[in-house]
Protein backbone atom coordinates (compact mmCIF):
# COMPACT_ATOMS: atom_id res chain seq x y z
CA UNK A 1 0.00 0.00 0.00
CA UNK A 2 2.45 2.70 -1.09
CA UNK A 3 0.24 5.53 -1.52
CA UNK A 4 -2.27 4.56 1.49
CA UNK A 5 -3.76 7.96 2.89
CA UNK A 6 -2.92 10.09 -0.36
CA UNK A 7 -5.54 11.73 -3.31
CA UNK A 8 -4.25 11.04 -6.70
CA UNK A 9 -6.06 13.01 -9.48
CA UNK A 10 -5.66 11.61 -12.94
CA UNK A 11 -6.76 13.17 -16.07
CA UNK A 12 -8.08 11.06 -19.17
CA UNK A 13 -8.35 7.84 -17.09
CA UNK A 14 -11.19 6.33 -19.07
CA UNK A 15 -9.12 4.43 -21.02
CA UNK A 16 -5.34 3.20 -21.90
CA UNK A 17 -2.20 4.90 -20.27
CA UNK A 18 -4.42 6.96 -17.63
CA UNK A 19 -7.25 4.14 -16.79
CA UNK A 20 -4.12 1.85 -15.85
CA UNK A 21 -2.39 4.42 -13.44
CA UNK A 22 -5.73 5.40 -11.96
CA UNK A 23 -6.54 1.90 -10.87
CA UNK A 24 -2.73 0.53 -10.10
CA UNK A 25 -2.77 3.76 -7.76
CA UNK A 26 -5.93 2.93 -5.83
CA UNK A 27 -4.31 -0.86 -5.31
CA UNK A 28 -1.84 0.80 -3.72
CA UNK A 29 -4.36 2.48 -1.16
CA UNK A 30 -5.13 5.80 -2.92
CA UNK A 31 -8.15 7.55 -2.95
CA UNK A 32 -8.81 8.68 -6.90
CA UNK A 33 -10.39 11.98 -8.75
CA UNK A 34 -10.18 11.59 -12.50
CA UNK A 35 -11.04 13.30 -15.72
CA UNK A 36 -12.92 11.73 -18.87
CA UNK A 37 -13.93 13.56 -22.35
CA UNK A 38 -15.90 11.41 -24.27
CA UNK A 39 -15.92 7.85 -23.30
CA UNK A 40 -18.47 7.35 -20.49
CA UNK A 41 -18.76 4.22 -20.50
CA UNK A 42 -15.03 3.78 -19.48
CA UNK A 43 -15.57 6.40 -17.20
CA UNK A 44 -17.98 4.38 -15.42
CA UNK A 45 -16.28 1.33 -15.81
CA UNK A 46 -13.03 2.79 -14.23
CA UNK A 47 -15.24 3.97 -11.51
CA UNK A 48 -16.76 0.56 -10.35
CA UNK A 49 -12.96 -1.03 -10.38
CA UNK A 50 -12.22 1.77 -8.12
CA UNK A 51 -14.57 1.23 -5.78
CA UNK A 52 -14.20 -2.40 -5.51
CA UNK A 53 -10.88 -1.93 -4.57
CA UNK A 54 -11.95 -0.35 -1.73
CA UNK A 55 -11.37 3.56 -2.77
CA UNK A 56 -13.08 6.66 -3.24
CA UNK A 57 -13.29 7.77 -6.44
CA UNK A 58 -14.43 11.24 -8.00
CA UNK A 59 -14.44 11.62 -11.99
CA UNK A 60 -15.96 14.35 -14.58
CA UNK A 61 -16.46 15.30 -17.46
CA UNK A 62 -13.98 17.83 -18.67
CA UNK A 63 -12.12 19.63 -21.49
CA UNK A 64 -8.84 20.02 -21.12
CA UNK A 65 -8.45 22.68 -23.53
CA UNK A 66 -11.06 24.68 -21.49
CA UNK A 67 -8.92 26.23 -18.38
CA UNK A 68 -12.51 26.20 -16.77
CA UNK A 69 -12.51 22.71 -16.97
CA UNK A 70 -9.39 22.81 -15.58
CA UNK A 71 -10.17 24.11 -12.53
CA UNK A 72 -13.25 22.78 -11.97
CA UNK A 73 -11.08 19.22 -12.42
CA UNK A 74 -9.00 20.45 -9.37
CA UNK A 75 -11.37 21.91 -7.36
CA UNK A 76 -14.10 19.03 -7.73
CA UNK A 77 -11.13 16.66 -6.73
CA UNK A 78 -10.11 18.38 -3.25
CA UNK A 79 -13.75 19.78 -2.33
CA UNK A 80 -15.29 16.23 -2.75
CA UNK A 81 -11.83 14.42 -1.00
CA UNK A 82 -10.78 16.71 1.00
CA UNK A 83 -7.15 17.39 -0.64
CA UNK A 84 -4.59 16.41 -3.32
CA UNK A 85 -1.57 14.39 -3.03
CA UNK A 86 -0.95 13.39 -6.68
CA UNK A 87 -1.50 14.92 -9.95
CA UNK A 88 -1.16 13.03 -13.06
CA UNK A 89 -1.45 15.11 -16.39
CA UNK A 90 -2.07 12.27 -18.68
CA UNK A 91 -4.90 13.30 -20.87
CA UNK A 92 -3.15 14.27 -24.61
CA UNK A 93 -3.37 13.93 -28.30
CA UNK A 94 -3.76 16.57 -30.54
CA UNK A 95 -4.38 16.82 -34.40
CA UNK A 96 -1.83 16.28 -37.29
CA UNK A 97 -0.97 16.83 -40.40
CA UNK A 98 1.89 17.46 -43.02
CA UNK A 99 3.75 20.67 -41.90
CA UNK A 100 2.19 22.50 -44.59
CA UNK A 101 -1.18 21.93 -44.53
CA UNK A 102 -1.29 22.27 -40.31
CA UNK A 103 -3.78 24.90 -39.48
CA UNK A 104 -3.32 27.24 -37.09
CA UNK A 105 -6.25 25.82 -34.79
CA UNK A 106 -4.41 22.44 -34.81
CA UNK A 107 -1.83 24.25 -34.21
CA UNK A 108 -3.29 26.11 -30.94
CA UNK A 109 -5.36 22.58 -29.93
CA UNK A 110 -2.97 20.33 -29.76
CA UNK A 111 -0.14 22.76 -27.63
CA UNK A 112 -3.21 23.79 -25.40
CA UNK A 113 -4.27 20.11 -24.97
CA UNK A 114 -0.48 18.50 -24.36
CA UNK A 115 1.29 21.81 -22.66
CA UNK A 116 -1.19 24.66 -21.37
CA UNK A 117 -3.67 22.24 -19.53
CA UNK A 118 -0.81 20.43 -17.56
CA UNK A 119 0.43 23.90 -17.09
CA UNK A 120 -2.78 25.11 -15.42
CA UNK A 121 -3.30 21.97 -13.43
CA UNK A 122 0.10 21.68 -11.83
CA UNK A 123 -0.32 25.47 -10.83
CA UNK A 124 -3.40 25.06 -9.29
CA UNK A 125 -1.95 21.70 -7.50
CA UNK A 126 0.65 23.43 -6.24
CA UNK A 127 -1.34 26.17 -4.91
CA UNK A 128 -2.91 23.63 -2.95
CA UNK A 129 -0.13 22.09 -1.54
CA UNK A 130 1.78 24.87 -0.79
CA UNK A 131 -1.21 26.26 1.27
CA UNK A 132 -1.36 22.83 2.91
CA UNK A 133 2.07 22.85 3.30
CA UNK A 134 2.21 19.44 2.31
CA UNK A 135 4.61 18.26 -0.26
CA UNK A 136 3.45 16.07 -3.05
CA UNK A 137 3.77 14.41 -6.31
CA UNK A 138 3.19 15.54 -10.23
CA UNK A 139 3.39 13.24 -13.25
CA UNK A 140 3.71 14.75 -16.71
CA UNK A 141 2.69 11.49 -19.72
CA UNK A 142 5.06 12.74 -22.73
CA UNK A 143 6.16 10.53 -25.27
CA UNK A 144 9.25 9.57 -27.46
CA UNK A 145 7.81 12.14 -29.79
CA UNK A 146 9.52 14.62 -27.85
CA UNK A 147 12.83 13.02 -28.89
CA UNK A 148 12.77 12.32 -32.23
CA UNK A 149 11.04 13.75 -35.48
CA UNK A 150 8.73 11.67 -37.32
CA UNK A 151 6.08 12.72 -40.44
CA UNK A 152 3.20 14.37 -39.60
CA UNK A 153 3.78 14.96 -35.99
CA UNK A 154 5.01 18.28 -35.45
CA UNK A 155 2.76 19.46 -33.46
CA UNK A 156 2.41 16.80 -31.31
CA UNK A 157 6.09 16.49 -31.13
CA UNK A 158 7.22 19.87 -30.06
CA UNK A 159 4.15 19.76 -28.02
CA UNK A 160 5.86 17.23 -25.73
CA UNK A 161 8.69 18.57 -25.93
CA UNK A 162 7.56 21.58 -24.30
CA UNK A 163 5.99 19.32 -21.81
CA UNK A 164 9.57 17.73 -20.91
CA UNK A 165 10.75 21.69 -20.68
CA UNK A 166 7.68 22.92 -18.58
CA UNK A 167 8.86 19.63 -16.30
CA UNK A 168 12.00 20.15 -15.10
CA UNK A 169 10.99 24.47 -14.59
CA UNK A 170 7.76 22.56 -12.56
CA UNK A 171 10.62 20.49 -10.84
CA UNK A 172 12.95 23.22 -10.17
CA UNK A 173 10.41 26.17 -8.85
CA UNK A 174 8.39 23.78 -6.59
CA UNK A 175 11.41 21.85 -4.96
CA UNK A 176 11.56 24.29 -2.17
CA UNK A 177 8.21 23.74 -1.11
CA UNK A 178 8.53 19.39 -0.96
CA UNK A 179 6.76 19.07 -4.57
CA UNK A 180 8.40 16.78 -6.81
CA UNK A 181 7.13 16.79 -10.37
CA UNK A 182 8.58 13.72 -13.33
CA UNK A 183 7.87 12.85 -16.50
CA UNK A 184 7.22 9.75 -18.39
CA UNK A 185 7.98 9.14 -22.37
CA UNK A 186 6.23 6.48 -23.25
CA UNK A 187 7.08 4.45 -26.83
CA UNK A 188 4.47 2.11 -28.69
CA UNK A 189 2.26 0.39 -26.82
CA UNK A 190 -1.50 -1.41 -26.77
CA UNK A 191 -4.88 -1.38 -24.66
CA UNK A 192 -4.77 -4.71 -24.89
CA UNK A 193 -2.28 -7.58 -26.01
CA UNK A 194 1.03 -6.65 -27.07
CA UNK A 195 2.31 -6.80 -30.23
CA UNK A 196 5.58 -8.01 -32.10
CA UNK A 197 7.37 -5.35 -33.51
CA UNK A 198 11.06 -5.42 -35.42
CA UNK A 199 11.15 -1.84 -34.62
CA UNK A 200 11.66 -2.15 -30.48
CA UNK A 201 14.75 -3.57 -28.95
CA UNK A 202 12.53 -5.75 -26.72
CA UNK A 203 10.71 -6.99 -29.92
CA UNK A 204 7.13 -6.17 -29.00
CA UNK A 205 5.18 -2.93 -27.83
CA UNK A 206 4.21 -2.36 -24.28
CA UNK A 207 0.91 -2.38 -22.08
CA UNK A 208 -0.30 0.76 -19.88
CA UNK A 209 -0.08 -1.73 -17.08
CA UNK A 210 4.08 -1.21 -17.61
CA UNK A 211 3.82 2.65 -17.89
CA UNK A 212 1.11 2.77 -14.34
CA UNK A 213 4.17 0.82 -12.81
CA UNK A 214 6.36 3.62 -13.82
CA UNK A 215 4.35 6.27 -12.45
CA UNK A 216 3.88 4.75 -9.52
CA UNK A 217 7.34 4.40 -8.50
CA UNK A 218 7.57 8.01 -9.94
CA UNK A 219 4.71 9.64 -7.56
CA UNK A 220 5.72 7.06 -4.07
CA UNK A 221 8.71 8.01 -1.56
CA UNK A 222 10.32 5.07 -3.65
CA UNK A 223 11.63 8.09 -5.45
CA UNK A 224 11.87 10.62 -2.82
CA UNK A 225 15.16 11.96 -3.93
CA UNK A 226 13.71 11.86 -8.30
CA UNK A 227 12.34 14.88 -9.62
CA UNK A 228 12.90 16.88 -13.24
CA UNK A 229 13.52 14.16 -14.49
CA UNK A 230 11.71 12.28 -18.08
CA UNK A 231 12.02 8.47 -17.68
CA UNK A 232 11.52 7.00 -21.26
CA UNK A 233 9.27 3.72 -20.84
CA UNK A 234 9.92 2.33 -24.60
CA UNK A 235 11.21 -0.64 -25.07
CA UNK A 236 14.49 0.80 -26.25
CA UNK A 237 12.75 2.43 -29.23
CA UNK A 238 14.90 5.28 -29.05
CA UNK A 239 18.36 3.14 -29.13
CA UNK A 240 19.49 3.14 -31.39
CA UNK A 241 18.33 6.47 -33.10
CA UNK A 242 15.73 5.64 -35.46
CA UNK A 243 15.90 6.89 -38.99
CA UNK A 244 12.56 8.56 -40.94
CA UNK A 245 12.92 5.53 -43.51
CA UNK A 246 13.39 2.68 -40.54
CA UNK A 247 10.07 3.55 -38.72
CA UNK A 248 7.93 3.77 -41.11
CA UNK A 249 9.39 0.71 -42.95
CA UNK A 250 9.40 -0.60 -39.56
CA UNK A 251 12.62 -2.58 -39.58
CA UNK A 252 16.06 -2.15 -37.86
CA UNK A 253 17.75 -5.06 -40.12
CA UNK A 254 19.58 -2.52 -42.35
CA UNK A 255 21.31 -1.37 -39.05
CA UNK A 256 22.27 -4.48 -38.04
CA UNK A 257 19.98 -4.93 -35.75
CA UNK A 258 18.94 -8.38 -34.49
CA UNK A 259 17.64 -10.57 -31.47
Known amino acids: MRLEGKTALVTGASHGIGRAIALTFAREGADIAFTWRSREEGALATARE ?3 LGQEVVFSQAEMTNPDDCARAVDTAIEQLGKVDILVNNAGGGRGDRLIDLTPDDWRYTLDLCVTAPFLLGQRVARHLV ?8 LNISSVHSANAWPNDTAYGVAKAGLNRLTESMALEWARFGIRVNCIAPGRYQREE ?3 SPLIP ?4 GRPDEIASAALFLCSDESSYVTGRT ?3 DGGLLIP ?3 TAEYM ?6 RGFSG
Not at 202 to 205: G, I
Request: aromatic share 4%; net charge positive.
Open 194 to 196: THA
Open 50 to 52: IEA
Open 131 to 138: ERGAGGAM
Open 241 to 243: PLT
Open 231 to 233: LFV
Open 202 to 205: LRRT
Open 249 to 254: GGTREA
